[in-house]
Every structure is written in structure tokens, then in C-alpha cells.
């Protein structure tokens, strides 16, 4: 068996430098040729036996039932398609291989290429949270499509699938629309991951195109140029329909020439409250369609807003569509679609900068930890009593005999299969159950994602906005609440809001996880709360006392500050180069950094006095996830109290209740002080290549 390890992870075996030579295509002839990876696409089932050997080869297995792997650029195509593959910038996963078989030849027909085409099959040790950490590291990728029916480990899904968006578009082709509330959960999963979802095998290359192509719009209202009012008309409807916003509808006239078309564009490019343009072109006797093409291009350089065309008709348009893709502008056919895709950008755009966005947090209510240990050795449905002091340790008012005029919000809690623990939120009663007006949302939850949430409930559109405000704190507290309460399986609530913003909970229900149920099954939240179990005192050296806690998305401020008393020296041990003070603390660097997915990363801080006086990190390695790199740093004023010593232990210790196998860290080799504290640890040390950077190793 080879014992090399894949330097990106275990989809290199299929797609990297060399791979044709590690692939078999059965596990019989894997393990007698010593091969790490199998390929499988006939539809049978893995034997008792195979799977065994799997197991205790660490084979790397797509399929059964895979349509195969291709990376044209690095010349590998183990694929049944009949057609050729293209190179491209687009990587295109799929969980169905007769979808693939489709999309490749229409792909082939459109000459639509490919960085890398993955049909995953049945496999039983590769998945879609592997395609996509694989694929965030791939240079030859721009985006990523996905089709998928079913996600079976949704939490290493979501934490990949976050990580990739943050990197790139990930799109997304779903069916199964017919389970309203099933569809939900996958809804809440790609909007809390940043991923765009699309509801037809179209749209994946449209909005592929236009996201290769175009910026990101900054806002809803897109601007319409047309010399024809009807197609204008319709693209307008279609915007509507589809929950976009109209800026204005500019109709050049039939007799329109490429000035016209101009002068147009550069007003609503000037314009702050336009976010995208639409140009539609139908090819008139006064068109001349070409230079009116060479006058949108020249129209929309300078601009950084996304601007679409559609050129409406058959050979008459095509030198004008091929000036216009020459521009890397998109076009489409039909006017209502190309508004609908602007919709679709916008949504997508709104729903990324999320993951950028410094969250806000609900008021803190008392600490719960007491009532959580009261309730650890009750099973079953809840009475009355400990479910109020639940209730109240969290905020949470309680008044079943309180009557009003507001309105009524349901909110549930409850497991939801692979999902975990997943939150609900409602308009109560009669509305609700015939409107299905609902959402699912993730818990935990910040006020921002309360916030996104509540946009997607109907009743919460006439609330005012004390009445708003106080919903989304509830939500936050409601989150927290059964997030740290792990006891708690379900938990049913409806809740009482006035326009002056007071709010009360009028009827609860709640119940314990059974009895005889393991604590390793009770059901999880999909993300990770916050790791309160790393959280300790620290006494310094000069007698003081600072908290060693896990970094929280709030702590943005505090970082920047942190980075104002950091010497070019400081800066450049820590990231082995000199870093301006400007990139260090640009506000989607630092979201990253401070908004931490607890299942791959953690930072700990050590705060004293609302400052934060050092940092350690524990990144772990998303292709190979029992290993992680860390690496340390302590403001220049703070040195010489301890900190670094106290957090490298720190991190260490956290490695290891993490189930880590391995701890990497990089250091210059005149980093004297750092070495020293890690060595303390037990890293060993070895020179790398360029002799003046140490690689510190811990096996734990």
C-alpha cells in the first residue's frame, strides 16, 4: 500500500499531479497494487468484506455508482461522458450521475469548460464538505456548482461550505421543492453558508457567467435601458415578481442609435440609488446593433456596478452579443430573465457580505449554568416551575395571564434529523399553519441573523420597529439558550409582541432528552456555540488578573486596538513579513478573524480590563482535519507578564480536547522567545528548506 500522503487532501489521489497513476477501479485491485484510491461507477453495493479493507487501507473511494473525475487542464478524465471536456474556471460536483452525463454535453455543445467535474456517487469516505475544502484551495477554480439531493453529515457540509463562499461562489441546484418544511432546513443551511441556491439547471451557468463576469451589486434596485417598452415592461414585472426593486424604467425609443444607449447608461451609472443596469436591445432599423454594442462597453467602463444586456432576436444580434462577451458582459435571451438573475445577484450578494458583516449581540441575561445543572438529571417533559427559571436565567419573561393587542410569533426548538437542533419562527395560529408562514433558522444566533430571519416571515413585516428589535433580541436569547442547554431536547413558545416594542412569552412547553438516551446522541446545534469550557483566570506577573477566553465576533474593536500597540517587530515574527497596520485591521480580514467556525478554528484571547493582550490560534487543516497549525502573538506593552507562555499551554490543551493528532507551527529562527515556550511544550524543531524559518512539530 502507498504510504504517500496527498499533499491537498484525498480528492489529489483523483485530481492532482500524477493521479492517473494512484487510481484503481476496483478495491481488490487497489489493495493488490497498492494503490490509495478507487474508482467505482458501476451501481452495486460494497460488501461486508470491501468495506473492511477500505477501512484498514484508508482507501480514498468515489462511487459506487460515480460518474467519474476530470481535471482537463492537468489532462486527467476518468469519466464515462461521451462528450469532451474543456478547460475552464468552473468546478462542477454532482451527486447524480445521469445529471452529469447531461450537463457535460450541454457544457460541450455551449463550449463551457471546466476546472474540475467530481460525481461523488455513494461514497462512503468522501463527501461534499471534502469536494468543496478541496476546491477552496484550488487555484484554477472560480466558482463552484453543486447539485445535490441529500446532504448526510450536514454540519461538516455547512462549516465547508461556509469556508469555500468565503473564498469564492458556490452555487447550488437542489430539488425536492415539493417538502416545504424539509426544503426550509436546506434553505436555512445555504443562507447561514453564504450559498447561492438556484431552481433550475440553467441558472447554475447563468449565474456562474455573471459572477465570473460582473461585481456584485451594492444594493436592490436595478435601472432598465430598452428601446422597446414592452420587453422593458416585462423585465420590470419580472423584477417585481421575483422581490427586487424597480430604480426606473428608460425607454431610449425605436428610433434609438448607439448616443442614446450611451447618454442612458452613464446617467444611471452615475446615479448612487441605481445598483445594476439592464440594457435591452431589440434590433430595429435605426439599432445599428453592433455600434450600439461598442457603445454599452464604452458606456459601462469606470463603473463598478454589474450591468446586463439582452439582445432580443436571432441573426441579427449575434456580432453585437459577441462585442458584448468580448467585454465580459453577459447576455441573455429573454429580458425577464436576465432581471430575475439580478435579483438572484443581489439576494446573494446581501446574503454573503452577512458573513462579513461585525454581528451584534442581544443583552446578555443572567448566567444559566445553575438551572442547566438543576435540570442534568431530569428526563422528560417539563413542569411548569424549572421551565420558568429557565426561562428567566436567559431573559425570557414568562406571563401566561398577561393579555394584549399584538401580535403572535410561534417559536420552536426541536432535533430535526441530521439537521440537529434547529429553530423555528412562525406567525402562531390559523396564519401561520394555512400561509406557511415560517422560517427555519440555525441556532446560535446573532441579532443580524435574527435580524434575516425575520425577513423571511410575513407577520414580521408589520411589526414596528421597537417591535423588531425586541423580536431579534428574543430570538438571540432563545438561541443562546438552547444552545448551552443541551438537556433541553424541545422547547415550544409563542410569544407576545406589542408596536411599542414590549414583548412576553404567553405559553411555553418544554421537554428534557429521555430517559435511557446516551448524552453522545442527544441531539446538537449544526454550529458550534461558544466553547465556554476553554474560558480560564490567568494570575500575571505583576499580580493582576486577565481571563483566557475563545475569541467572539464582537471582539473586532478590541482586535483593532490590539493591533495599534504591536511593534514592526512584533508584526513580523508573527507573520514571518511585514503587514501594514491598514491590511491588519481591514474590517473583512478581521470579521474572519474574529467570527471564528469553532468546529475548524479557535483563537484564544486574554482580555484584562476590556483589552485584549495577547492571542493564540489553533487553525485547523480543512483537508486533513486532525491536524492544525497555531501560532501566537502578545501586544508589545503586555510582554513579560506571561501571557505567551500561559497561552500556548493554552492552545495546546485545546488541541487536545479537540481529538487532534498533530500540532504544526512556522517561526522564524531567531524567534528565540517563541521557540523557547513551544519547545516547553514538547514541539520538535526542524530547519526548513530556506534556512531561516523554523517547522515546529506536537503529536499528541
Not at 467519474?68 to 468552473?90: D, N, Q, Y
Not at 462579513?356 to 442534568?376: H, K, M, N
Not at 517561526?667 to 524543531?685: H, T
Request: charged share 25%.
Amino acid at each position: 500500500m502507498s504510504s504517500r500522503k496527498p499533499k491537498h487532501g484525498v480528492l489529489d489521489y483523483f485530481l492532482g499531479p500524477g493521479a492517473a497513476g494512484t487510481i484503481a477501479f476496483s478495491v481488490a485491485e487497489a489493495v493488490e497494487k497498492g494503490k490509495p484510491a478507487v474508482l467505482l461507477t458501476e451501481a452495486r453495493d460494497l460488501s461486508a468484506e470491501e468495506l473492511a479493507l477500505i477501512a484498514e487501507k484508508e482507501l480514498a473511494v468515489l462511487g459506487p455508482e460515480s460518474f467519474g473525475v476530470a481535471a482537463p487542464r492537468e489532462g486527467i478524465h476518468h469519466c464515462l461522458s461521451l462528450s469532451p471536456i474543456l478547460p475552464g474556471r468552473i468546478a462542477f460536483v454532482t451527486q447524480s450521475g445521469a445529471l452529469g452525463a447531461a450537463i457535460l454535453d450541454w457544457a460541450h455543445e455551449h463550449e463551457v469548460g471546466f476546472s474540475k467535474f467530481i460525481a461523488l456517487g455513494r461514497s462512503p469516505n468522501i463527501g461534499l464538505g471534502e469536494c468543496l475544502d478541496y476546491l477552496a484551495e484550488d487555484p484554477y477554480t472560480q466558482s463552484v456548482l453543486l447539485y445535490l439531493e441529500k446532504v448526510e453529515d450536514v454540519s461538516r457540509f455547512l462549516s465547508a461550505a461556509r469556508e469555500c463562499a468565503l473564498a469564492k461562489p458556490v452555487i447550488v441546484l437542489k430539488p425536492g421543492r415539493g417538502d416545504g418544511r424539509k426544503d426550509g432546513l436546506y434553505d436555512a443551511i445555504f443562507r447561514r453558508a453564504g450559498l447561492l441556491r438556484v431552481s433550475r439547471m440553467a441558472d447554475l451557468f447563468y449565474m456562474a457567467e455573471v459572477l465570473e463576469r460582473q461585481p456584485r451589486p451594492k444594493g436592490p434596485r436595478l435601472g432598465i435601458v430598452t428601446n422597446a417598452n414592452g420587453p422593458g415592461l416585462l423585465a420590470a414585472d419580472a423584477l417585481r415578481l421575483a422581490g427586487g426593486e424597480l430604480h426606473g424604467l428608460r425607454d431610449v425609443g425605436g428610433e434609438a442609435g448607439p448616443e442614446a444607449y450611451r447618454r442612458a447608461i452613464a446617467d444611471l451609472a452615475g446615479e448612487e440609488d441605481c445598483h445594476g443596469i439592464l440594457v435591452i436591445v431589440t434590433p430595429q432599423p435605426a439599432t445599428r446593433m453592433a455600434d450600439t454594442a461598442r457603445a454599452i462597453v464604452e458606456a459601462s467602463r469606470g463603473y463598478a456596478k454589474p450591468l446586463l444586456g439582452s439582445l432580443m432576436g436571432g441573426k441579427l444580434i449575434r456580432g453585437a452579443e459577441a462585442i458584448l462577451a468580448e467585454a465580459r458582459i453577459p447576455t441573455f435571451p429573454y429580458p425577464d430573465t436576465a432581471a430575475k438573475v439580478f435579483e438572484r445577484l443581489w439576494q446573494y450578494s446581501r446574503s454573503l457580505s452577512g458573513l462579513y458583516e461585525t454581528p451584534v449581540f442581544g443583552r446578555e441575561g443572567e448566567d444559566g449554568t445553575a438551572v442547566i445543572a438543576q435540570l442534568d438529571g431530569q428526563r422528560g417533559k417539563m413542569s411548569a416551575a424549572p421551565l420558568r427559571r429557565l426561562l428567566s436565567a436567559y431573559g425570557l419573561h414568562w406571563d401566561a395571564a398577561r393579555s394584549g393587542t399584538g401580535l403572535k410569533f410561534l417559536v420552536t426548538s426541536r432535533p430535526e434529523g441530521n439537521f440537529g437542533l434547529v429553530m423555528e419562527v412562525a406567525a402562531a395560529g390559523v396564519v401561520g399553519e394555512v400561509y406557511e408562514d415560517r422560517v427555519s433558522v440555525l441556532p446560535p444566533l446573532t441579532s443580524t441573523l435574527a435580524r434575516r430571519g425575520l425577513e423571511w416571515v410575513r407577520l414580521a413585516r408589520v411589526v414596528s420597529a421597537a417591535g423588531q428589535a425586541a423580536l431579534e433580541e428574543m430570538l438571540v436569547r432563545v438561541s443562546r439558550l438552547v444552545s448551552e442547554a443541551a438537556v433541553l431536547r424541545e422547547l415550544r413558545l409563542v410569544v407576545d409582541v406589542e408596536q411599542d416594542g414590549s414583548l412576553w412569552v404567553s405559553e411555553a412547553e418544554g421537554a428534557l432528552q429521555p430517559q435511557g438516551l446516551a448524552r453522545e446522541l442527544w441531539p446538537k446545534c449544526l454550529i458550534r456555540p461558544y466553547p465556554r469550557q476553554y474560558e480560564q483566570r490567568l494570575r500575571l506577573r505583576d499580580g493582576g488578573e486577565a481571563l483566557i477566553r475563545p475569541i467572539r465576533p464582537e471582539d473586532e474593536r478590541r482586535i483593532v486596538d490590539f493591533h495599534n500597540d504591536l511593534s514592526e517587530r512584533s508584526v513580523y515574527l508573527r507573520y514571518l513579513q511585514f503587514l501594514k497596520l491598514e491590511e491588519r485591521i481591514g474590517h473583512d480580514r478581521l470579521a474572519r478573524v474574529c467570527f471564528n467556525d469553532y468546529a475548524r478554528e479557535l483563537a484564544l484571547v486574554v482580555e484584562r480590563e476590556d483589552r485584549i493582550l495577547g492571542v493564540g490560534r489553533l487553525q485547523r487543516n480543512p483537508l486533513r482535519m486532525e491536524e492544525a497549525e497555531v501560532a501566537f502573538l502578545v501586544r508589545d506593552s503586555a510582554q513579560g507578564q506571561g501571557i505567551g507562555k500561559a497561552l500556548v499551554a493554552a492552545v495546546v490543551a485545546a488541541g487536545r480536547a479537540e481529538g487532534l493528532k498533530r500540532l504544526t507551527a512556522e517561526l522564524l529562527a531567531d524567534n528565540r522567545a517563541m521557540r523557547g515556550l513551544l519547545e516547553k511544550q514538547g514541539f520538535r524543531m526542524r530547519m526548513a528548506t530556506d534556512g531561516a524559518t523554523l517547522l515546529a512539530g506536537l503529536v499528541l
